[in-house]
């Protein structure tokens, strides 16, 4: 069993940045972010495994985003640079088996973190 508690999103203008944190309870091989705006599906926007921080971007967060893990904290970070308006979404911290963009692949989710970027 798994339990993720997310946070740190937030209001922000476009061309800033924010940090979202997950805290991660139990073992997990792989970790990711998804998001996801009402009515529209859960994207994939990056992964990490846990142990040997192997990462995978989507491609309209690469050069952008940055995903890390620090495993004494046992917590998730997704760092959120030059953020756009068609970033605004809720983000979903998951654990899975490997990195992969499907969401099927992710056995645990968390409660999700608003992120708003105005333009």
């Known amino acids: 069993q798994v339990q993720l508690v997310e946070s740190g999103g937030g209001l922000v203008q476009a061309g800033g940045s924010l940090k979202l944190s997950c805290v991660v309870s139990g073992r997990a091989s792989t970790l990711g972010w998804f998001r996801q705006v009402p009515g529209k599906e859960r994207n994939f926007v990056a992964g990490?495994?846990?142990?040997?921080?192997?990462?995978k971007y989507a491609d309209s967060v690469k050069g952008r985003f940055t995903i890390s893990r620090d495993k004494v904290k046992n917590t998730l970070y997704l760092q959120m640079n030059n953020l756009k308006p068609e970033d605004t979404a809720a983000y979903y911290c998951?654990?899975?088996?490997?990195?992969?963009?499907?969401?099927?692949?992710?056995?645990?989710w968390g409660q999700g973190t608003q992120v708003t970027v105005s333009s």
């Open positions: 990490i495994t846990w142990f040997g921080g192997s990462t």
């Open positions: 998951a654990a899975g088996r490997v990195i992969s963009l499907r969401r099927s692949d992710y056995d645990y």
